[in-house]
């Protein structure tokens, strides 16, 4: 039997980390090979083996998945949101480029799996808004909706033309302790919760009313991972599948934060990324994620916010 070998590409973004760790526990220490741009992680530290990767350099890729006999590739390193908005030629190469390289390199090396994560940045102001449908009109205004968009029809291409298993979810928002969010739109969500605790009060640069897609890191690790194992036949959509968690506001996560302590305070400073959020869906309609291969979130606001906040004040040692 033919031995899985993984390598993740940005494990040590927000992602990156947690997917990792959740990967060498079910296929084994040795047999996930962690890379990034950065310095490993702490939290990866002595959990593996970890290699310096640019994935930009497509010959050093192609040696290392040929050295270490690799047989699926997570793809995670790409520039976000709010940071491919300051310089968007560089987003479109790197987001672009990283994609291209790691799909020839399975083709020409007859890759098992390959996992390439879009984004709900690929809807634009032109989409419905409310339980957005994973077929609809779709104009990303933002260069990383772009090209997660063009990103999304090359993984259909290689599935269609060359038989490459390549397999995609659309994640909301991310939020999570272990790992730094990495210049997305959503990372208030984040920050919220480590200054409500550090100075009772969070800034935010989002209007209270601003609806989106968000999703807890357990509940977006889990679908990535039962995406991964699913049966391959049942893999219906090979662009990428919309995904579903939850969807609130500012001034809804911060009731929930009051729940917890009842002095902390909100204030709204919106800036260029209101622009980015006004143009995204405020809620996803994942039926076909349910349907193919059984996804159903478990977290929702108030869960993750206490669990959100326990982790943290342990984390910061409170
Ligand atoms: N976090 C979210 O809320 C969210 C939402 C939707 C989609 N995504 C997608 O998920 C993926 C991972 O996101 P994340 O939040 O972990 O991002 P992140 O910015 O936290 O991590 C990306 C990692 O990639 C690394 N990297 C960048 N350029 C590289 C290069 N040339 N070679 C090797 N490594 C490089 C970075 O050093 C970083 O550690 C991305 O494709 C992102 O678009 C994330």
Redesign the pocket.
Known sequence: MKKDKILV??A?????VELTLALRKMYGDNNVIA????EEHELLKGTGPYVS????NKEMLHVLVIRHNITQVYL???I?SATGEKNPLLAWH?NMA?LLNVLDIAKEEGLDKIYW?????VFGPNSPRQETPQHTIIEPTTIYGIS?FAGERWCEYYNHRYGIDVRSLR????ISYK?A????T?DYAVEIYHDALEEGSYKCFLKEDTYLPMMYMPDAIRATIELMEADSASIKVRSAYNLSGMSFSPKEISAAIKEHIPTFTISYEPDYRQQIADGWPQSIDDELAAQDWGWKPEFDLPKMTADMLKNLKTQKGM
């Open positions: 590409i940005g040590c973004g927000q992602i990156g890379s990034d741009l950065r990767l640019d994935v930009m995670l390193a790409a976000l790197i990283s994560p879009s984004s709900i940045a997660k994640y909301p928002g991310l790992s969010p990495g210049g997305g959503t």
